[in-house]
């Protein structure tokens, strides 16, 4: 069984930092892609960036320039490094992973979320 926890959000005044983690256990080697989501108050839940197993990587428009996505192997970690934040990258962050699944369609797990929340 694959289970993501993601960390690392909090409260920072606009033109901040922060770090994502999302940390992967249970069947990792199954891993297809992971990917951070957002979902701001109102708003349907969008993708941010991700990550391919062979190391791919795609962003939305919004945060191109401005965030990273990246990964450590030997940790099955996730992270999500986002820079020059702005009041409108408020939600909750949410890491999601696409796994394979012998003999059957890929299967998808989230992690449980965390909140950032940027100042003006």
Request: with cysteine; aromatic share 8%.
């Amino acid at each position: 069984q694959l289970q993501l926890v993601d960390s690392g959000g909090g409260l920072v005044q606009a033109g901040g930092s922060l770090r994502h983690s999302c940390v992967a256990s249970g069947s990792t080697s199954s891993i297809k892609s992971i990917g951070w989501y957002r979902q701001a108050p109102g708003k349907q839940r969008e993708l941010v960036a991700g990550i391919s197993s062979g190391g791919s990587t795609n962003y939305a428009d919004s945060v191109k320039g401005r965030f990273t996505i990246s990964r450590d192997n030997a940790k099955n970690t996730v992270y999500l490094q986002m820079n020059s934040l702005k009041p409108e990258d408020t939600a909750v962050y949410y890491c999601n992973a696409i796994y394979s699944v012998w003999r059957r369609p890929d299967g998808d797990v989230w992690g449980q979320g965390t909140q950032v929340t940027v100042s003006s």
